[in-house]
Each structure stands twice: as C-alpha cells, then as structure tokens.
C-alpha cells in the first residue's frame, strides 16, 4: 500500500488494532528514510488522526516525530521520548529566551546562522513558523537596534502587538516622528523605512516577503523596498540582514558572494494540504458572467454553508468590490437558507460602531450577525485587525478577502477557497507564485495539521520563481533604484535610461533621488517650475495652512504632473473628481457624511441605475475608504513632499523665501487627528474614539506621556466612547 493509499485509509476507518498501527509507523519510517517528504506527510495525516491509532504504539510515533526534529509537535501531543539521547537533542531545541518554546530543526538552524552573525536569504513554507523566529530574536536582546520591514500595516500590526511584551526593553517605533531611545525595534513599510531621518545605528534588518523586491513581479513598490535595502547597506555595512518569504527557489546571481549571504530553501512542511479541484466537478460550468458565474456563486454558498459552516474559511476574490459583493450574496443565502450558524454574539460592538460611524446600510454590519465578514486593504486598520481577531477566535466564520490577506498575515484558517483566478482585472492572472502563497494560507501550525484548498478555478501550471534584487542585477531596474546607485555599481551605462538619468544635473539627482516619486514625472514638474516659478510664487509660497487659491493650484499641480494612470482612473479622469472630494473631506474630516452624499447624489443617475441602495452604499464605503488611506492618508502627503522640496529648491535659487508645507502634510498623515496620539491609530484605535480623546489630552505632551495619561486618568473609560472604541483602545495600551 502506497502512501496516498494508506491516507485515504486514515480517513475513512474508525480506529486501527495494534498490529495495523505498528505496520502504518513502520512504513511511515521507511518512507522517512527513503522519500523524506512523502514520510512527512504521511506523519503530519497520521498526528491529525492520532486518537484512532492503537496507544500501546506511541513511543514508536514519538520517536518518528523526533527523528525529523518536529518538537513543537512532540509538546503539541504531550509526548515524552523515553531515550536519552532523544531527549538531549531535543533540549538543544529549547528556546533560552521564550518560555516553554521548542523549535523544529529548520527553525534552530536559522537561528544558530542568525546568531552566528550571518547574512540570510530563507525561502520557507507559510507554515515555518518565522514570526516566532522574530520573537525568538528580540528576545534574545543580542541586538541593540532591529529594523523590520513589512509589505502592509496588517503585517506590521500583527509583529507589533507580538512583540509588545518587549516595551519595557526596546522602544517600539511605527511612525517616522518618534525619536529613538537607546535599545529600538523600528517596524516600519519600506516608504516609512526611506522617510526615516533618526536611524542611530542598525544591528539587524529584517525584511519580511522580500519577493517584494522583484522588479519583475514589480506591484508598484519595488523601487521603495529596494532603496531601503541598498541605504541600509550603504549606511549601515555592519549591519546584519535576514530576508525571507515563501516558495522561492533562487535570487540574483552573484548576490550572496558580493554581499557574504546565504540563500537557503526550506522545503520542510509541518502543514499538509488537500487540494480539492471544485471545477472538475462542474466542466464548463464555472465562469465571470451570465448563468455561470451564478452556478459557481450556488456551489460556494452551498460549500461555505453546509460542510465548511463550522471551520475557519477565507474565500480568495480578485478584487475588493468581488470580496463585498459575494459576502453580501452570501449571507442573504444564509438568511433565505435559514442556515444555522454558532458562536457570534461577540461582533456585536463592532456592529454598533459600525452603524454609528459608517453606515447601518453598509453590507458588512448584517453579514457579521452570520458570522461572515471582508477583508481587503482599503478598510481602516482597526476594522482588519477587528476582523481578523474575530476569525481566530471563532465569531467570524468566513471571510471573503483580496491578495493583501494572503500576504504574510497569520490566521486561523483551516480552509481557503480560490475563487478567482486573476487579481483586480480579468488579464492580471495569478501566476503559481501567488497561488502557491494563497494555498498556502490554508491551515496553521500548531493549529490545523491539514489545511484544505477549494480550487473554483483551474490552478496556474508550476513555474520556477527566481527572485532578481535590482539594485544589484539591474535587469530590469527602475530609474527610482537607478538614481540611487553609484557610478562604479551601474552594470550597463550604454542604455538610454542611464542616459537620462546621467543627464540630470547633481542638485536635481539629489532632490529627486529622495521623494520616492517616478522620476521622469519629478523632471516634468521641475522643468514647469524653470519655467513658472517667479509668476506662480504667490500660490507656492504658503506655510501651514493654504488658501483656497493656493490647495487648488498645489492639487491642479499634482494632478497634472504627479499622479499616474491608476490614479486619474480611480477619480473617472477628472480634476475636480480629486479636488472636490478632498477638500469635502478638509471641511468635514467625516468619511460618512461622503459616503453618504455620494449615495444621494448618485441614487438613481444613469451611471447607477442597476445598483440597489445597498449596493450603492457598498459601492461608496469601499470608494470612500480607498480615498482616505491610499490618497489621503499615503499618496497625497506624498505628492506634497514632492511639491514642497521642489518649491524649496527654486526659492532658495531665487533667493526668495520658500513655502513650508510640512505641517499640512502631516495633518493628511494623521488624518487630522492630534499628533501625540495619532500612535495609537497606528495601533488599531478607531480615529473617532481619538477625536474623543484629543480634547483631555495637551497638545504639548509627548506620545509617550499622551499614552500614559490615557492610563493614568483611565481615560478608556470614558463615558462617550462607545464599548467597541473602549476595548481597542485598552487592547493599544
């Protein structure tokens, strides 16, 4: 009987005698010496089905779990080795910094390199457990000043609150404001990472998802994470670095000889997965439009709602708009379907907020009540890390979620259904990198032995996945890495863009090289200024606050040299669709009284007459949150910058004083919330419960003494803050 034979036995018979148990962990030893992965996933099906195998043989499983050195898995079951030799391999396992931690071989490993002061490159399974590694490093204290990089703020706020016990020890800095102190883990996104100005000295940089480099599988980024790379190293040579991400098979040649790494793939996985191919069943059946993108809808629902109601399920959709759409879909089936669904009764505050702060129209506030939920990168951070504490601890059942969940964030999931096979737009296919990193979301270590993928679309054929570093192969490489590179490093220089990049003057490779914005869009505004800057200077020259003369000029500026085709799609092409928004948003500083404008003014128009109400206010919510963290929050200060340095550079040129917009941007970054307690934004505090705050906390006070006045005065318990606001805000703290 073969391996896949013997599983399916596992599956379908109660219990095994003595006899078939010993035959079973005979075989599964053979396998292990012979076709290790094979003999390890036999294991990790056999643990799952553990209590139906005879007791008399479990020294025999204890001793095939410590010959592959899955110790976590030994105190998961409360198994004692009763060899000695055993068990000194296994306390060389044992953390020295976290209490009651063992590590699995592959993890020890790391960390004796990491240790041992060596550079790393590691590919490991989503199951390899690397945020306990994080834990496991900080712990340790052996480095004065960690960087760690992350692609999203749900990442980033999940390694800040596992690292909040160490507050005593280091501080924790998420905002390029804060000031360091003597022992600092900086948590940061790699455009935070550039903006930074206070770096003391670095010991160790840690970049998570490091894929994310890749100018080939270029998101629109890259350019930001590989100029935090390349000014680490520059800045920074002692420096240690350690990058890792899943379900890579090599880097760019010659970068681990020229910078001392090591570049190791980890094929070890602790997590089985079941792939069940659901479009197999329904040939021809499955589709985007039409009859049968209602019979795969049908399939879903009846999936989601019989045999997966009780487990852990995220549901991969191509855009946000799909996500909330299907989760509305969904949970009208539940209510017509009268399915019944357990343990919710803790989303009740959520929804109470909701209601007051958002909308009582917004889908989501009835699909929590069935224990179904959205998670895409445009909602506030508060509501995602709601969302996701909600899904591990069993009130959210379901969640319907775009690319951002799958990148790196831990959840509970034992199931994850691919519905989509393409991100955002139907010619954007996921390629067998992404879907592997969307299977491989399914299932938890130390929590599901076996996770499980619904296939509703044909999977991506294998393909082997290089990782190119651009700063160092420079093929291809972007003008933002480009500008940064010294003369000597610079591969190929008989290319035009080279060419233009080595036209521009010293003093505009300075100034552009800094902004973190498209080159050649920076030299058009320059060039305009050449031109315009003595007669516009009046509309330039403001500090604070602008007028309303001058904000539309700086936004007319932006709009015409700054922002990039996604940007003009998302306004429908129109200037005023960016300046009217925005400076509805100034006055209010209230996302749902624009939402709920947006919902008059267009209910019934032409360009909506198909949607229902609650459509249109999906519609807007969604719109309306993607306009306040992608543009508000992130892109406009940015383009300010870029405008405010530029304007500086031709004022001093004219000798004529500049204006000083740094102010302004910071009141877009915080959005208009308080400075000194804007950080707890950044811990998943609702803005509304901190415009709340603001009026007890002084101005002039520190963050830090912000966040202990909160405490000392148990300002959480104020009578106007709604029990949803009150638990985050003691949840920050």
């Given amino acids: 009987m073969n391996a896949n034979e013997l599983i399916n036995l596992l599956k379908i018979k109660d219990n095994f005698s003595f006899n078939e148990t010993f035959s079973i962990y005979k075989e599964c030893a053979r396998l292990l010496n012979e076709d290790e992965p094979t003999g390890q996933n036999l294991l990790i099906y056999i643990l799952n089905y553990k209590e139906k195998f005879s007791l008399s043989c479990q020294d025999i499983l204890t001793e095939l779990i410590e010959s592959i050195g899955f110790y976590p898995y030994l105190q998961k079951e409360n198994l004692i080795s009763k060899s000695t030799t055993s068990n000194i391999r296994m306390f060389t396992n044992k953390s020295d910094y976290l209490e009651n931690k063992i590590f699995h071989d592959d993890q020890k490993q790391i960390l004796d390199l990491i240790y041992e002061r060596k550079n790393l490159v590691i590919s490991a399974p989503t199951s390899f457990g690397k945020s306990i590694l994080i834990q496991e490093i900080v712990a340790s204290e052996k480095f004065k000043n960690l960087l760690i990089i992350q692609p999203t703020l749900a990442l980033l706020d999940e390694t800040r609150r596992n690292l909040k016990s160490y507050r005593s020890i280091y501080n924790l800095i998420t905002k390029t404001t804060q000031e360091p102190k003597d022992k600092n883990i900086f948590l940061f996104t790699a455009e935070r990472t550039n903006e930074y100005l206070l770096f003391p000295s670095l010991d160790i940089l840690i970049i998570d998802e490091f894929y994310k480099l890749s100018a080939k599988r270029d998101d629109g980024r890259s350019y930001s994470l590989n100029n935090a790379f390349l000014s680490i190293l520059k800045n920074y040579p002692k420096c240690q670095f350690y990058l890792l991400g899943p379900n890579i098979e090599g880097i760019s040649n010659g970068f681990e000889e020229k910078y001392r790494a090591k570049f190791i793939a980890i094929n070890t996985k602790l997590v089985s997965s079941e792939i069940h191919n659901v479009f197999e069943e329904y040939p021809n059946q499955f589709g985007d439009r039409g009859i049968k993108r209602q019979k795969k809808e049908e399939v879903l629902f009846e999936l989601l709602s019989s045999e997966l109601k009780n487990e852990n399920t995220l549901v991969y959709c191509a855009s946000p708009r799909k996500a909330h759409e299907l989760s509305r879909k969904y949970t009208e089936y539940i209510k017509q379907k009268k399915v019944e669904i357990s343990h919710i009764t803790e989303n009740e505050t959520l929804i109470e907020w909701l209601n007051k702060y958002v909308s009582e129209s917004w889908s989501l506030s009835n699909s929590l009540r069935y224990g179904v939920a959205v998670h895409d990168g445009t909602m506030p951070k508060h509501l995602l890390s709601s969302i996701l504490e909600l899904f591990n601890n069993d009130s959210i059942k379901c969640i319907f979620c775009t690319s951002t969940i799958i990148e790196g964030v831990n959840t509970n999931a034992k199931?994850?259904?691919?519905?989509?096979?393409?991100?955002?737009?139907?010619?954007?296919?996921?390629?067998?990198?992404?879907?592997?990193?969307?299977?491989?979301?399914?299932?938890?270590?130390?929590?599901?032995?076996?996770?499980?993928?619904?296939?509703?679309?044909?999977?991506?054929?294998?393909?082997?996945?290089?990782?190119?570093?651009?700063?160092?192969?420079?093929?291809?490489?972007?003008?933002?890495?480009?500008?940064?590179?010294?003369?000597?490093?610079?591969?190929?220089?008989?290319?035009?863009?080279?060419?233009?990049?080595?036209?521009?003057?010293?003093?505009?490779?300075?100034?552009?090289?800094?902004?973190?914005?498209?080159?050649?869009?920076?030299?058009?505004?320059?060039?305009?200024?050449?031109?315009?800057?003595?007669?516009?200077?009046?509309?330039?020259?403001?500090?604070?606050?602008?007028?309303?003369?001058?904000?539309?000029?700086?936004?007319?500026?932006?709009?015409?040299?700054?922002?990039?085709?996604?940007?003009?799609?998302?306004?429908?092409?129109?200037?005023?669709?960016?300046?009217?928004?925005?400076?509805?948003?100034?006055?209010?500083?209230?996302?749902?009284?624009?939402?709920?404008?947006?919902?008059?003014?267009?209910?019934?128009?032409?360009?909506?007459?198909?949607?229902?109400?609650?459509?249109?206010?999906?519609?807007?919510?969604?719109?309306?949150?993607?306009?306040?963290?992608?543009?508000?929050?992130?892109?406009?200060?940015?383009?300010?910058?870029?405008?405010?340095?530029?304007?500086?550079?031709?004022?001093?040129?004219?000798?004529?004083?500049?204006?000083?917009?740094?102010?302004?941007?910071?009141?877009?970054?915080?959005?208009?919330?308080?400075?000194?307690?804007?950080?707890?934004?950044?811990?998943?505090v609702p803005n509304t419960a901190l415009y709340k705050l603001s009026k007890f906390i002084p101005e002039n006070l520190s963050s830090e003494q912000a966040i202990n006045l909160i405490k000392e005065k148990k300002l959480y318990e104020s009578e106007n803050l709604l029990e949803y606001e009150k638990q985050r805000l003691i949840n920050s703290l």
């Avoid at 003369?487 to 902004?515: M, R, V, W």
């Avoid at 204006?659 to 707890?680: A, P, R, V």
Wanted: neutral net charge; charged residues 25%; aromatic residues 18%.
């Fill in 415 to 684: 199931n994850v259904i691919y519905f989509d096979g393409y991100k955002g737009k139907q010619n954007n296919k996921i390629d067998y990198f992404d879907y592997s990193n969307i299977r491989g979301r399914a299932g938890r270590l130390m929590k599901h032995y076996i996770g499980h993928i619904y296939n509703f679309v044909e999977p991506p054929k294998y393909n082997k996945l290089i990782i190119d570093i651009p700063f160092h192969e420079q093929n291809p490489i972007q003008d933002e890495v480009l500008i940064n590179l010294e003369d000597d490093d610079i591969i190929s220089k008989n290319t035009d863009q080279y060419h233009f990049i080595n036209s521009l003057g010293s003093e505009q490779k300075a100034l552009f090289s800094k902004n973190g914005t498209p080159i050649k869009a920076q030299k058009n505004l320059f060039d305009y200024f050449s031109i315009n800057y003595k007669n516009k200077y009046s509309l330039l020259n403001w500090v604070t606050y602008p007028t309303k003369e001058q904000k539309d000029f700086c936004l007319q500026l932006i709009w015409d040299f700054l922002t990039e085709k996604v940007d003009k799609q998302f306004f429908y092409n129109k200037f005023l669709n960016f300046n009217i928004p925005l400076s509805r948003y100034l006055y209010s500083k209230d996302i749902n009284s624009l939402i709920k404008d947006d919902v008059q003014y267009w209910e019934g128009r032409e360009s909506y007459k198909d949607y229902t109400k609650g459509q249109l206010y999906d519609y807007f919510i969604q719109h309306n949150f993607k306009l306040l963290r992608l543009y508000i929050q992130f892109k406009i200060p940015k383009w300010l910058n870029v405008l405010n340095n530029i304007q500086k550079f031709f004022a001093y040129k004219e000798n004529l004083l500049p204006g000083n917009y740094s102010q302004y941007i910071k009141l877009f970054e915080n959005n208009f919330i308080q400075d000194n307690i804007f950080i707890l934004e950044e811990y998943g």
